[in-house]
Structures are given as structure tokens and as C-alpha cells.
T-cell receptor, first 112, second 116 residues
Framework: SQKIEQNSEALNIQEGKTATLTCNYT??????LQWYRQDPGRGPVFLLLIRENEKEKRKERLKVTFDTTLKQSLFHITASQPADSATYLCAPLDTGRRALTFGSGTRLQVQP | SAVISQKPSRDICQRGTSLTIQCQVDSQVTMMFWYRQQPGQSLTLIATANQGSEATYESGFVIDKFPISRPNLTFSTLTVSNMSPEDSSIYLCSVLWRDSRSYEQYFGPGTRLTVT
């Protein structure tokens, strides 16, 4: 069966450090993989999309890598800030599908 | 991008009753989806709302329990029927925004449902 695995334990880091979140998937052939941010009581907000033929994508302090051989994506936030504290969701889009399915998310806590 | 609103934002309902949630988008979109997020869990896709035809339901979700309407390209409703406490959840409307450079899903603010 299909599975998306994100570290369920919260990630606590100090302000200014780089946060790295991991997403592993099985039984997917994603054409795209997306990362979303979700704050408590709110809907997810789109952050970045990476295509299957891209190894890396950057947007300001965010960087996403995509390894289709390892079936893994890494999400990095550099120079982290307390405002980055949120739950981050990984969502591969399977070939032939239209709607995203989401991992359980990793909660990031950035300490000042 | 797309801006999505949902009504109601929250409700407390008695078991056995039904609640209809509305989703309004500020622009025409082809694909609309309904998700559920139970407490402490990630999002689960309920169905794809198809304009002009019956919704496409994911495994574990049926039309009798979650009837969906999609009368046009900017509006959809989800009804949670014959509710039980297990239906307590956040229900989210989502739309797909696609152009030559992007493939993004936007989400509404959610409807927090509590069934007593």
C-alpha cells in the first residue's frame, strides 16, 4: 500500500540554525512533490513544488531536494526563525492523480 | 492564486443530524476537493467534487454519508449526514491551481465540526 512517512516527533532547533525535515514515500511514482506549512487551526499553505526531473529547488530560505531513487525528499529551512514554527507536510502527487495525499507532518519548533 | 472561503467556520451538532458546509472560490477552477483532518492527524481526501457530475469518492467514503454538490466552477457543498462523534473533525475545501509553471493546491480555512 502507499505510504508517506514523516518524522512524527517534533523537531526542536535554535534560532539561526538550519532545520532539515525528511519525507519518505513508498509505492508512489510522483510527478511532483510538494511541501506545505500548516499552523494550528488553519488550512495548509503551499510552500514549494519540485518535479520528478529536478534534484533541488530553492525559494528564499527554503530548499527542497528530491531523490526518486531513494524515494525521499528533504526540506531545509536555513537561518530559522521562531516564526517558522509550524507543522510541515509533505505531499507527493502520484502519476495519474489530481489530488494530493499528505504525510502526517513534522512539527518544527524554533527556539529564540 | 485562489482565495477560498468556507461556511460555517465551526459548528457543534447533535448526533443523528446533518450539516452542510459551503465552499466558495474567488475564481473559476476545474478541480475542487474535500478533505478531513481529524484531531492530531494529517489530511485525508474524502472526494473530488466534479462540476456537472457525481463526485468521485476515495476508499472508505460514500455518497450517502458525504453527499457533495458542485453546481458551478466556483462553489461546492459537502454534507456530513447522520453525524456521530467520530465525525468530529476539521473539513477543508481545496482547489487545484494549475498553469504552465505551477501545480498547487489551495485550501480554505476549514470548518471545525464537533458532534456531541
Amino acid at each position: 500500500s502507499q505510504k508517506i512517512e514523516q518524522n512524527s516527533e517534533a523537531l526542536n532547533i535554535q534560532e539561526g540554525k538550519t532545520a532539515t525535515l525528511t519525507c519518505n514515500y513508498t509505492n508512489y511514482s510522483p510527478a511532483y512533490l510538494q511541501w506545505y506549512r500548516q499552523d494550528p487551526g488553519r488550512g495548509p499553505v503551499f510552500l514549494l513544488l519540485i518535479r520528478e526531473n529536478e534534484k533541488e529547488k530553492r525559494k528564499e530560505r527554503l530548499k527542497v531536494t528530491f531523490d526518486t531513487t531513494l524515494k525521499q525528499s528533504l526540506f531545509h529551512i536555513t537561518a530559522s526563525q521562531p516564526a517558522d514554527s509550524a507543522t510541515y507536510l509533505c505531499a507527493p502527487l502520484d502519476t495519474g492523480r489530481r489530488a494530493l495525499t499528505f504525510g502526517s507532518g513534522t512539527r518544527l519548533q524554533v527556539q529564540p | 492564486s485562489a482565495v477560498i472561503s468556507q461556511k460555517p467556520s465551526r459548528d457543534i451538532c447533535q448526533r443523528g443530524t446533518s450539516l452542510t458546509i459551503q465552499c466558495q472560490v474567488d475564481s473559476q477552477v476545474t478541480m475542487m476537493f474535500w478533505y478531513r483532518q481529524q484531531p492530531g492527524q494529517s489530511l485525508t481526501l474524502i472526494a473530488t467534487a466534479n462540476q456537472g457530475s457525481e463526485a468521485t469518492y476515495e476508499s472508505g467514503f460514500v455518497i450517502d454519508k458525504f453527499p457533495i454538490s458542485r453546481p458551478n466552477l466556483t462553489f461546492s457543498t459537502l454534507t456530513v449526514s447522520n453525524m456521530s462523534p467520530e465525525d468530529s473533525s476539521i473539513y477543508l475545501c481545496s482547489v487545484l491551481w494549475r498553469d504552465s509553471r505551477s501545480y498547487e493546491q489551495y485550501f480554505g480555512p476549514g470548518t471545525r465540526l464537533t458532534v456531541t
